[in-house]
């Protein structure tokens, strides 16, 4: 991801004390924190309005129906007439506009589908829309009557209008569609500057659909060369930035009274801090929802989707790595001061089937943050479970067949892929191979984490998956009844 402006200067408005606000330090991603009325909004589209050409402003009221309204076309590829229509913070035909972008934008490019690398392909914005709408199947088209097709995945249903979409998943695809057509057509132009400035992306959505955003927003900076400015005041979508960006993202704490800025890196004590505060975790394991402490970004990504389906139900904070032990200990040492010893567990550290477990000691007795462990050697073994494998409508003969045909399409990682046969679903070390895997089985392409937490949440697990998480895991996180 490109930093295009480290630092500017903007005019601020007469009603804030006039002058300008100075910013330095500016990161890949940085937040700019504050409460309402600390200008948030005022200084963005000041940003904005310096550089019209390579910077776009997603406004934070974000409203209006999803049909096609021709009449916004022209204005969307007109960067002074976009400006016009978010010059406030409420922009009332927002959604009609984003969806007259995706016809002028066939416009642009053309209606031609194959190359999915080429610049500005309708099939990485369908892959992107994808990863932030798990639910939901979105292919472009370029129709004159309406050039998207919206189909929630678990009915069939296609979705027509707005209504039939909760206020969350009608913010996430409004908001996902608007970001990435405007990176499209940057590419199709090759802009050299693209910086994107959101407006309280968090308005309406719950936190752990934040997550899911947050994650969304790095993958397509990086793959679209964005730099991205986001002004909030949710600490759950502080956290979630911070856990994705780490140094790429700092955070610039907004006051009304102050002018000059440098831009805080969002270092490890940062880190930790909004981990606890943005979801609220302490709090969950004090009315019967427990804590789980998971590795890396990738098991974030899995084990954040799963409480949405309302089968489960945990707060969870991600780690690095070796991290988990640090957090653990810290986290029993807040509860041995909250809570009774005799209580049950109020949450759970999950570790990878080829580690060993920590045992429980006079300094760390494991009382309220216990260890549990996956019975496969790794997350990625999860998604060579029947139960994933048949959601994409696939067995694992069959899956390992298909990886070692179209291995050889896949350069210095095709020798491994080929020994697909030889492989064991629940042992073998595939984490350097798994997204090759899943573009290769999966006919939807969605990314793996996508996949498997999409299946984990449905139903408490069973059969091989079951095994393949270990008794200890189910009966911890789907506890009876």
Known sequence: MPVHTKSLEVPRIDQLGGGAWSLENLTDVTV????NGSGKSVLLRAWRDQSLENVHYV????TGEMDLQPQFMRDELAPTRRKDASSRNYMPDYRRRIVARIQAYFMSRGNYRGDKKAPGSPERIERAVGSLLTDFNLAIVGSAQLPYELERIETGEIIRSVD????GEAQLVSVGLDILTIASLWELCDHQERTVLIDEPDAHIHPDLQVRFADFLF???DEFKL???IATHSVSLLAAIGQFGGTKTSVIYLNRRVTNYKAQCFGSVQKELSACLGGHVLMGPLFGSPILLVEGDDDYRIWSQIPRHHIASFAVIPTNGDEIKRYQKALEEIFCSLRESDEEPCGYALLDGDKGLPI???HNPQKHIRYIRLACRESENLYLSDEVLADMGTDWNAARAEIVEKSKEYGEKAGALSNADEWS??????????NEIAEIIDPKRLHWTVRLGRVLGANIPSGQLASFLGESTVNALWPAP
């Open 164 to 167: 039939q979409l909760s206020s």
């Open 219 to 221: 993958q397509i900076a």
């Open 32 to 35: 700019l924190f504050g409460r």
């Open 360 to 362: 429980p000691n006079l």
């Open 227 to 229: 730099q991205i400015v």
């Open 425 to 434: 679903p629940e042992h073998a070390d595939i984490k350097h191979l798994i």
């Open 59 to 62: 406004t934070p009221e974000r």
